[in-house]
């Protein structure tokens, strides 16, 4: 019989397989670990020193994201020691651009949050994107951090707002390369990467081009995987999370069947994300399903029938406009037959819409003359 692989964590004894990193293991048995430069099904390289843990004998604590499980082990995940690590990593962090998003209240002695404004190309004030939705802010209270101790690096490089559907806030990237995995690694488009201007390290796209320049589809993994303000969607920058609720769906732009969330405020869709841990996309978006959605509450959809009549539209009721479209139909089939109609479908629609059009179509007009409007 193989002999059981082991290691102890926090005191708990727990099983892994070959292969598998400390991270891994704890995660499994619902043992938090912080994490902030991680990116699941992405290569681990340690960049952010979040996930720093102890082991007993070793000198140097190590990080669990790219630490390999071996036996007999023995972890401790919160001890003195990694916590003033995890303080140190915080500081540093935050102390590296625009993440004034904490501070302690010295007349109440407890911890307070404000939404940080920042001043915008044209001028006008706007509130922190990521504020109460940052997982570098969460950090902080968790382990009640200022960024006092560091210097703060000059702002080198101004907001980037000429592509319609992300804002890349340069002084908040804390250059963990969650987006850069995400675009290299998860979807694979390769269009930004690690650069450097004048010694000074920068996410780039291409030779520093604007994203709307670049080899960029806009499917906004970087989004999505971004713990901070640095990415954020333009359509929802002034979003807050808590005043949203989500929705679970499919997106039916095409037949993938990629799951998404619908973030829903006032009967309204104001972003979009890909549901994570949930096949077949695991998060993953296209442009489409990711920021195609302001149809949705467009002023410009007809809400009632129309019926054409010497050349102009008027409104009917839909009995009217269904009887109308029923005899028409029969007429055409009668006369010409079936193949002599065609049927247009949308991806502005449900799956459960276009798939009744498909079953009319071929049952009842006897034609198998359908398409959908993703092929186009």
Not at 33 to 53: E, Q
Not at 187 to 207: E, H, M, S, T
Not at 310 to 327: I, Q, S, Y
Not at 334 to 358: C, F, P, Q, W
């Amino acid at each position: 019989m193989k002999e059981r692989q082991t290691l102890v964590v926090n005191g708990r004894e727990l099983e892994f397989k070959a292969g598998e990193t400390i991270l891994t293991v704890a995660r499994r048995s619902n043992i938090e670990i912080p994490t902030l430069c991680y990116l699941k099904g992405a290569t681990p390289n340690g960049r952010c020193r979040m996930c720093v843990v102890e082991i007993r004998g070793s000198a140097e604590l190590k990080a669990s994201c790219e630490t390999p499980a071996s036996q007999g082990m023995n972890i401790l995940t919160e001890s003195p020691k990694v916590i003033a690590s995890r303080r140190q990593s915080i500081e540093r962090l935050l102390s590296m651009g625009n993440h004034n998003c904490a501070v302690r209240s010295t007349r109440e002695k407890s911890w307070t949050s404000y939404q940080l404004k920042v001043q915008q190309e044209d001028g006008s004030a706007e509130l922190c994107p990521a504020w109460g939705d940052c997982r570098l802010q969460d950090l902080a209270y968790r382990y009640q951090v200022t960024g006092g101790g560091y210097t703060n690096v000059e702002y080198l490089y101004p907001t980037e707002m000429a592509n319609p559907f992300i804002i890349r806030d340069f002084s908040r990237c804390i250059l963990c390369g969650r987006c850069v995995k995400a675009c290299n690694e998860i979807q694979v488009n390769n269009a930004i990467n690690f650069g450097r201007l004048d010694d000074v390290p920068k996410i780039v796209a291409a030779d520093d081009k604007p994203l709307k320049d670049s080899d960029c589809v806009f499917c906004g993994e970087c989004v999505q995987a971004c713990p901070v303000g640095a990415l954020v969607p333009k359509d929802d920058r002034f979003g807050r999370p808590w005043e949203t609720k989500k929705v679970r769906t499919t997106c039916s732009y095409c037949g993938v069947g990629c799951q998404m969330d619908l973030h829903v405020k006032d009967d309204r869709i104001v972003r979009v994300t890909g549901a994570e841990d949930t096949p077949p996309n695991y998060g993953s978006l296209c442009v489409k399903g990711r920021f195609g959605f302001n149809f949705v509450n467009s002023p410009e959809r007809i809400t009632v029938p129309l019926i054409k009549e010497n050349g102009k539209f008027r409104e009917a009721t839909w009995d009217e406009a269904l009887e109308l479209t029923a005899r028409r139909f029969s007429e055409i089939k009668k006369a010409h037959g079936g193949d002599s109609m065609g049927v247009l479908t949308s991806a502005r629609v449900s799956n459960e819409d276009n798939y009744i059009a498909m079953k009319f179509t071929r049952a009842v007009l006897k034609t198998n003359n359908i398409d959908h409007c993703a092929r186009l």
